[in-house]
């Protein structure tokens, strides 16, 4: 059964970069595809960021070229690196397979952007 908690949210000003981390309770070796998920107030959940067990990464459009996300096996984590933050990046941040299991959502991590 793996469970998943989510670190390093925080108050950063515009232009700031924050580093999230995903640890992962149980082994994720078997899960192929992980994914980092916001949620901004009063919008729905995105994807944000997604890293296949091989390493290929997708991102959305909005956070492309800005964040990178990555992979420790060895260490069950899963982090996204996140630079040029802007107000619009404010949101819960969370990680999760994909497609998303229920059980898994924790509790996230929350990002404000903010001068």
């Known amino acids: ?14 232009g ?3 580093r999230l981390s995903c640890a992962a309770s149980g082994s994720i070796f078997s899960i192929s595809i992980m994914a980092w998920y916001r949620q901004a107030p009063g919008k729905q959940r995105e994807l944000v960021a ?18 990178t996300i ?17 107000p619009e990046d404010t949101a819960v941040y969370y990680c999760n397979t994909v497609p998303p299991v229920q059980r898994y959502w924790g509790q ?5 952007v903010s001068s």
């Open 1 to 14: 059964q793996v469970q998943l908690a989510e670190s390093g949210g925080g108050l950063v000003q515009p």
């Open 16 to 18: 700031g970069s924050l």
């Open 50 to 67: 997604v890293i296949r067990s091989g390493g290929s990464t997708s991102y959305a459009d909005s956070v492309k070229g800005r964040f």
């Open 70 to 86: 990555s992979r420790d096996n060895a260490k069950n984590t899963v982090y996204l690196q996140m630079n040029s933050l802007t």
């Open 108 to 112: 996230g991590t929350q990002v404000t």
